[in-house]
């Protein structure tokens, strides 16, 4: 289960119906019922069908069927069906579908990046960074689990991750260095993981001792050579390979023995091509 609150679901609404649904009301044809059924055009792997079953249900319709998220969906086939009046399904309509699109299309190019990836290497894992649009994490995190991916950082809260950024403040990696005893001390129970740029620091830091090294932007072929390396050092380290990973190169990534491949392209593409058809009963 992904918990999403309720008030979460009653925010997608009145953001959509901030009053009423005007159109609907000057037609005239509000209190007819009719049915409500969501179609995809193209094969994918569903997403949001739990929270838009949840969402009519607050508007006062009843669903009669729908696939769970998670399902694979062919062209053309009804994965979700609802009925009530003109109303309730009007209001339900339009942010149902961007719901169902949007965490659609993620779910779905997370699953083909998985499948490649783990066709490669079994134990491999694809995880989704959190450069996510604003006010939409809940939805997007659901997608990607979904789509057989993990969160790679739900947030500032989670991780020790420790970026170049973070060493301007501590005189480089030297002053990291420096200072990587007490940072286990304060946070005992967490691993701890720097991102890098070349072999030269990563070597320095596995020799330091710490959890995890991730590497940004490093090619495939340099990062093939670099791993055998670093695991003669510390064959337990976490090696994690991020920066510019997409569909079209995630199966060099998955070759070069990383453990995680971190990645923001699943969040950028086209949404999943779905369509509603409604009838009068």
């Not at 057989?148 to 005189?171: A, Y």
């Not at 976490?238 to 510019?244: P, Y």
């Not at 070759?255 to 779905?274: E, I």
């Amino acid at each position: 289960m992904f918990y999403i609150p309720d008030g979460r679901i009653e925010e997608y609404i009145k953001e959509d119906v901030p009053y009423l649904d005007l159109t609907t009301s000057v037609l005239g044809i509000g209190n007819r019922r009719g049915k409500m059924s969501f179609y995809s055009r193209e094969e994918a792997v569903l997403c949001g069908t739990e929270e838009v079953v949840r969402l009519c249900d607050k508007l006062g319709s009843r669903v009669l069927s729908y696939f769970p998220s998670g399902s694979l969906v062919k062209p053309n086939e009804t994965f979700l069906e609802v009925e009530g009046k003109a109303e309730e399904l009007h209001a339900a309509w339009k942010v149902s579908l961007n719901i169902l699109e949007y965490c659609s299309g993620i779910a779905t190019r997370t699953r083909r990046m998985v499948d490649i990836a783990t066709k490669i290497n079994p134990r491999i894992s694809v995880v989704a960074t959190r450069k996510i649009f604003p006010g939409t994490k809940e939805l997007a995190t659901k997608a990607v689990v979904v789509g057989g991916g993990f969160p790679h950082r739900l947030g500032l809260s989670e991780t020790i991750l420790i970026f170049k950024q973070h060493l301007s403040f501590l005189g480089g990696l030297p002053g990291l260095l420096g200072i990587l005893d007490e940072i286990r001390a304060r946070a005992c129970e967490k691993k701890v993981i720097v991102e890098v740029e070349n072999l030269e620091d990563a070597l320095v830091l596995c020799k330091a001792g710490v959890d995890g090294i991730q590497f940004d932007k490093v090619s495939p072929p340099e990062l093939k050579k670099y791993i055998p390396k670093i695991r003669g050092i510390n064959p337990a380290v976490i090696l994690l390979a991020a920066g510019g990973i997409n569909l079209d190169n995630v199966a060099d990534y998955a070759k070069t023995g990383v453990d995680a491949l971190v990645t923001t392209s699943v969040y950028l593409g086209k949404p999943v091509d779905l369509s509603v058809k409604m009838i009068e009963l």
